[in-house]
């Protein structure tokens, strides 16, 4: 008996519930399904069926706000900037009061260069109330951008007192603070990026970069390595342990020790043969090698990697009047002229006093 | 002999001692040489040959005697004498580096072998660069003399002190250049120097003393072949094979070319032959040169005038004498030409800033006049003749000289330099390293100085950590609210009227406002049951219907607000027979007429479609009101009402004799009066069959 007693009343739970449950859509609600629908796909990361079901939801309501925003923000993501700045444009019209909107804008022009106009949007959507710390620390990366070094790092401050773990506001600040040559200072920044997120391969790259101005070189060449350990394939980090070890290289030169320095000399070729290793259009790189064979005395090597480097970029000032210089010790005198002349054209004036020993 | 005389004698003999320094000769013990007798006899014949070309003191006899020696050594290679007497040899002759290892061995074998082995060793040294190990030996050398010979000899040890010093510096500021040999096709073992080119022809005139000189004689002053005059053409990237030139320019004597004119048509030219010589030039006569001819005013005496530069304009000449009036034995001198150009003037000593107490040799004027290169043993000669430079001011003073630096100036004798018109270029002579014999002759490329190599400044873009890993900063908005419509539910039982059974009857429900069917749903033949979901906010009409059975009808409403609302509609459906009646629930007038309403037409469409489809049912529509009114109007208003469906069944198809209108008015109520919804029930259409 308590067992038909229940079923009946689990049968009649469900069925009531069922029924309870029925409901249907009401009309003309089109323009917000799509919207839902868009934001349904973006967070699948479906954005081409995101963009697809705003743009829908656009055309049914053309003054729906939040899906001109949701759209452009889509839009950033497939880094289709200019028509994601259209769109947050519409929505700031729309939307009075989301300062979102001018984060998302900002956020679109800095990747499109127009660093002025980001600074505009970023402070509007800080003067609207915009709580999160990347605001600041996007106007910062744009101050850093129009060399506003000082507002840069008060940006950087800013984003750094909301988020005391904000990595990317730590590595920018170092930055600014080692264009304005306060390159302690910006080690120290580095140093600080790279502890509050150990991933962050570029900033052991720019420690090392630092260090090496700073002449430490070993820590250089330490800090390098670090940021090779985490991305194995950051050809950069090859490039500059390279530099750095020529660097030392020509330190140890000057106290006569010829023997030594040759050996970092071929270390720090080996180094730019793994940068090129791992991008074949680096061209800095294989300029860098053709200027550790010029101290080697390996003037057909340094010949070679300077023709590379050209090869990859036949405007590459540098690489010409170095590989001048290389022909020139391979007595290969017209050439090095002809190299000279092209350096002199491409704009390296001290080219021009090597040329008049060609006529 | 007047004291004054022998003073100057004496003082002459010093000073000439004091600028030479002669090698002593060491004679070679045959008890201290015989090891064995195999060999003794030949060897020791060696020993006496070399030996005795050793003492002719002269440049070709050390040569001569080094051969022999060398053969000696054969026999015996520790005899410190022989390694002694060897070593010498190679410094008096065109390969001085190679002495270092005989006078080592000779000094390792006997430190006393002679007594200025030391100034032998440090010699050796020097001219192997290695200046720290010269200058020692030079030091204990110089401390090993006694007062007398101290006072005799300092001024030459110095000197060697001093070249070893100056070789330390400038080899550790040396020149950037390349100095290359000009090849085989010039340079033999013979001696070849003073290169004097014609550029523009790409022609190089040149000296050598060879074998195959003119006259085939060696100059009995220093047992050397005689000079003679070669040619050389530059072609196919090469010198070709050097032409010895022919007599008048080269005779049985000295002749060496000294300068050239711009155009190619003067040249000058050195004759000596008993340790004095003079300057010759020769003019080029279409095609030939003529016998040359002394250059009288420049020639003075039996001095020795060696080397000739001429300026291009043709008005100054330069050149070497070692005639008085000068700084010291060869010295630079020039003479201008009158103003008129046809006669040399009166030569000038060019001073004590470009002269020294030591020999000048070799001289050249550049192209625009204004700087002298020469060669010199003071200065900060490194040793030998080294090249240098003195610059002409305006107001006609020189310029200190300058080395012109390491590697082109060596230990050994480097000297006739020269520059190309471009001064990208240097030609010259010397006995360094690498030569094919004795001096030859060589190019030098100037490089300049260290030319700045760049290298590549880093990526700027990784300096901002979002473009070094950029990072995603979508902050999309939330979905919006949807409306939803909560449904109600019209469920029931469709049973048969009479029996009570289930029926499986088909259910439309229509939207009363807008005539359009919303739903259709059938009831479960075994129970009869029907649900039906339905939005709120209408009006609907429903109706059941199944074959053989009266439809069934009637309205009810949902309200806006209702929400799962459970509408319970149970329907007993009438049988189609006799007697058998239904209520039209969805047929409207308007009040107090008896004009249908267009929603009740679907209502009577489907009783017409059933009158129609059975043709032996005859029905009875009759009308009934409440009790409110009079009998008499309320008998006409149901009367008249009745009458309306009729003839409304009557338009859809349904044949007369099927139908009849009747009123009942008041007489036939359903519900109480007394009430308002009893009034509303009574208040009906209804349709009775009369027949089937």
């Not at chain 2, 080592?104 to 290695?130: K, R, T």
């Not at chain 2, 979508?474 to 289930?502: H, Y």
Request: hydrophobic share 35%; with cysteine.
């Amino acid at each position: 008996m308590k067992k038909i007693l229940l079923i009946l009343f689990i049968s009649y739970f469900s069925l009531h519930s069922f029924a309870q449950r029925k409901k249907i859509t009401a009309s003309g609600q089109d323009a917000e399904l799509a919207y839902n629908a868009g934001v349904k796909s973006f967070l699948s990361q479906d954005y081409i069926n995101a963009i697809a079901s705003l743009d829908k939801a656009v055309e049914l309501k053309p003054n729906f706000g939040k899906a001109f925003y949701n759209r452009g923000v889509v839009k950033n993501e497939l880094k289709d900037y200019e028509s994601a700045i259209a769109d947050l444009s519409v929505a700031a019209q729309l939307e009075k009061n989301m300062p979102k909107v001018y984060f998302a804008r900002g956020f679109s022009r800095v990747n499109i260069n127009d660093y002025k106009g980001a600074v505009q949007d970023f402070t509007q959507a800080l003067l609207q109330g915009y709580k999160k710390p990347n605001a600041y620390y996007y106007r910062g990366v744009a101050y850093l951008k129009l060399k506003n070094y000082n507002e840069a790092i008060s940006d950087f401050n800013k984003a750094i007192a909301v988020n005391s773990g904000y990595a990317y506001a730590f590595h920018d600040r170092g930055s600014a603070k080692r264009l304005k040559g306060n390159l302690e200072g910006a080690a120290g920044d580095y140093r600080k990026a790279a502890q509050v997120d150990s991933q962050l391969y570029f900033a052991y790259n720019n420690l090392g970069s630092v260090l090496n101005e700073l002449k430490k070189f070993d820590d250089a060449v330490k800090a390098y390595t670090k940021a090779l350990s985490i991305n194995p394939e950051y050809y950069e980090s090859y490039n500059g342990r390279g530099l750095a070890k020529y660097a030392e290289g020509l330190q140890i030169l000057s106290q006569d020790k010829k023997k030594e320095a040759d050996k970092i000399f071929n270390d720090a070729v080996s180094d730019f043969k793994k940068a090129v290793n791992f991008n074949n259009t680096y061209a800095e790189a294989y300029n860098n090698m053709g200027v550790v064979r010029l101290k080697l005395s390996d003037f057909k090597g340094a010949d070679e990697a300077f023709t590379k480097a050209i090869s990859i970029n036949g405007k590459y000032a540098e690489a010409y009047a170095n590989r001048g210089t290389a022909r020139e010790n391979l007595r290969q005198f017209k050439a090095a002229c002809n190299d000279w002349n092209k350096a002199v054209e491409l704009g390296i004036s001290h080219s021009e006093k090597y040329i008049k020993g060609c006529k | 002999m007047k004291l004054k005389t022998i003073i100057s004698l004496l003082l002459l003999i010093i000073l000439f001692q004091s600028f030479s320094y002669a090698q002593k000769f060491v004679k070679v013990k045959k008890s201290e040489y015989k090891i064995e007798d195999e060999g003794f006899k030949e060897a020791w014949k060696h020993v006496k040959k070399g030996s005795h070309f050793f003492k002719m003191n002269k440049k070709g006899a050390f040569s001569e005697a080094l051969n022999d020696y060398l053969t000696a050594l054969n026999y015996n290679e520790d005899n410190a004498a022989l390694n002694y007497l060897t070593g010498i040899c190679y410094l008096k002759t065109a390969e001085p580096r190679k002495a270092l290892k005989y006078l080592d061995n000779a000094y390792f074998n006997y430190a006393g072998v002679s007594e200025d082995i030391q100034y032998w060793l440090g010699m050796a040294y020097q001219y192997n660069y290695q200046f720290e190990d010269a200058v020692e030996n030079y030091e204990e050398y110089r401390e090993s003399l006694t007062a007398k010979q101290y006072k005799k000899l300092q001024y030459k040890i110095n000197k060697r002190i001093e070249e070893c010093e100056s070789g330390q510096k400038l080899m550790n500021d040396s020149v950037r250049c390349f100095v290359d040999n000009l090849g085989d096709g010039i340079n033999t073992k013979a001696p070849e120097y003073s290169p004097v080119f014609f550029f523009r022809d790409s022609i190089l005139y040149f000296t050598s003393r060879r074998e195959n000189t003119t006259g085939g004689k060696k100059n009995p002053y220093n047992k050397m072949y005689y000079e003679d005059v070669y040619i050389s053409k530059y072609e196919n990237g090469k010198w070709g094979d050097a032409q010895q030139m022919d007599y008048p320019v080269n005779t049985k004597h000295n002749d060496a070319v000294t300068d050239i004119s711009p155009e190619g048509r003067e040249l000058c030219i050195y004759r000596g032959y008993k340790g004095g010589g003079d300057l010759y030039n020769s003019q080029y006569k279409g095609d030939y040169w003529k016998k040359p001819g002394k250059m009288n005013r420049i020639n003075k005496g039996n001095f020795r005038e060696s080397s000739v530069s001429v300026s291009r304009d043709s008005m100054v000449l330069y050149f070497i004498s070692n005639r008085k009036g000068g700084q010291g034995r060869q010295d630079i001198w020039v003479s201008y030409k009158t103003q008129d150009g046809k006669k040399w003037q009166s030569p000038e000593n060019l001073g004590p800033v470009v002269n020294t107490k030591y020999n000048e040799e070799t001289v050249e004027i550049s192209s625009d006049g204004r700087d002298l290169y020469f060669s010199s043993k003071g200065h900060n000669s490194m040793g030998g003749y080294d090249v240098f430079k003195t610059h002409r001011e305006d107001d006609g003073t020189w310029t200190e000289p300058e080395n012109i630096g390491y590697p082109i100036n060596t230990p050994g004798d480097d000297v006739f330099f020269m520059l190309s018109p471009n001064e990208k270029f240097g030609y010259y002579a010397s006995d360094r390293k690498g030569g094919y014999g004795d001096k030859d002759i060589y190019e030098i490329v100037f490089l300049g100085p260290e030319k700045p190599i760049q290298t590549a400044k880093e990526n700027p873009n990784d300096l901002i950590a979002y473009f070094a890993e950029p990072i995603s900063e979508a902050d999309i908005e939330k979905p919006v609210n949807i409306k939803v419509i909560q449904l109600s539910t019209v469920k029931g039982i469709v049973t048969d009227a009479l029996s009570g059974e289930p029926v499986k009857a088909t259910l439309e429900l229509v939207d009363n406002a807008t005539g359009e069917v919303v739903k259709v749903v059938e009831s479960y033949a075994s129970t009869g049951a029907y649900t039906v979901p339905l939005p709120p906010g209408k009006d609907y009409a429903l109706t059941a219907g199944a074959p053989d059975y009266f439809f069934h009808s009637e309205n009810f409403v949902i309200a806006d607000t209702s929400t799962h609302e459970i509408i319970r509609k149970d329907i007993q459906l009438q049988p189609m027979g006799v007697g058998a009646k239904i209520v039209l629930n969805n047929v409207f007038f308007d009040t107090g007429k008896s004009t249908l309403r267009p929603v009740s037409f679907p209502e009577l469409n489907r009783l017409a479609e059933l009158l129609v489809k059975y043709k032996n049912v005859r029905v009875e529509i009759s009308g009934h009101t409440d009790s409110q009114g009079s009998l008499g109007l309320n008998q006409k208003l149901s009367q008249r009402r009745a009458q309306s469906v009729v003839d409304y069944i009557l338009t859809r198809g349904v044949n007369l004799a099927q139908i009849v209108a009747v009123g009942y008015g008041e007489t036939l109520p359903r519900a109480d009066n007394s009430t308002a919804s009893g009034r509303q029930l009574n208040r009906r259409v209804e349709a009775k069959v009369l027949e089937k």
